[in-house]
C-alpha cells in the first residue's frame, strides 16, 4: 500500500481536490438532478386533468 501523506503526515490537498472535482463534474449526478422533473410534470398534468374532469361533470349535472 503506498504512502499516499508528505514528509510531515499532512494530508495531500490536490487528491481532496481531484476527488472533489470528479464528484461535482459525475454525470450521474445530473441525470439524478433532472429526474424529479419527469415525476413532477407528470403529477401537475394529472391534476389539471382531474380538475377538468370534474369540471365537466358538474357542467354535466347542472345542466
Known amino acids: 500500500m503506498?504512502?499516499?501523506q508528505g514528509p510531515e503526515g499532512?494530508?495531500?490537498p490536490a487528491?481532496?481536490?481531484q476527488?472533489?472535482?470528479a464528484f461535482v463534474d459525475d454525470p450521474q449526478s445530473r441525470q439524478q438532478q433532472a429526474a424529479p422533473r419527469?415525476?413532477?410534470v407528470g403529477l401537475i398534468v394529472g391534476v389539471i386533468v382531474a380538475i377538468?374532469?370534474?369540471?365537466?361533470?358538474a357542467w354535466l349535472a347542472l345542466k
Not at 377538468?52 to 361533470?57: L, N, R, S
Open 2 to 4: 503506498a504512502n499516499t
Open 10 to 12: 499532512n494530508n495531500d
Open 15 to 17: 487528491g481532496s481536490t
Open 19 to 21: 476527488m472533489f472535482r
Open 38 to 40: 419527469g415525476p413532477r
Open 52 to 57: 377538468a374532469v370534474v369540471a365537466v361533470v
